[in-house]
């Protein structure tokens, strides 16, 4: 049996074959400006965790400038991740799956003095909760229930 998920690997692997510089790819999101519909379906998933980690810095300068009485007119946050498709077709295991670089850009409007804007770019980077769940290693744990016939399944 044959699911799309495998077309869509042996599609990317065969591409990637034919044209190896097209395997590094570059993503990109701001905050309040709704991506375009990404040209790769297959990374669609990343584009939206670009995305959010950039709706959520933006959230954390107001709701920091404000806690630290910090005036904040505008920002713009700006996010741009490096990414080798080799990864994510698993034509090679040296290469990691997901982006290999990471770059956020926030562009402040302000009449804060530079230490004040300092402080607060510090104290986003410290408490932002998406920035944290990137920078830092989860516990996390895959389960996976199969399901061999009507009711009877197994979990590992």
Do not use: W
């Amino acid at each position: 049996m044959t699911t799309e998920t495998d077309t869509t690997i042996s599609r990317l692997q065969d591409e990637i074959r034919r044209s190896p510089h097209c395997a590094q790819v570059t993503l990109k999101a701001r905050a309040g400006v709704e991506a375009p519909q990404a040209r790769r379906p297959e990374l669609d998933h990343v584009q939206r965790i670009l995305e959010v980690l950039a709706g959520s810095l933006a959230a954390s300068y107001r709701r920091f400038a404000a806690a630290l009485d910090i005036p904040l007119n505008e920002v713009e946050i700006r996010i741009e991740a490096g990414l080798d498709l080799n990864g994510l077709a698993a034509t090679s295991d040296s290469v990691r799956p997901g982006p290999s670089s990471l770059r956020a850009e926030a562009r402040i409007s302000s009449s804060a003095d530079i230490y004040a804007l300092e402080r607060l770019r510090i104290t986003v980077e410290r408490h932002d909760p998406v920035l944290d769940l990137l920078r830092n290693a989860t516990p996390t744990r895959l389960e996976i229930s199969i399901n061999l016939r009507d009711n009877n399944s197994l979990a590992a």
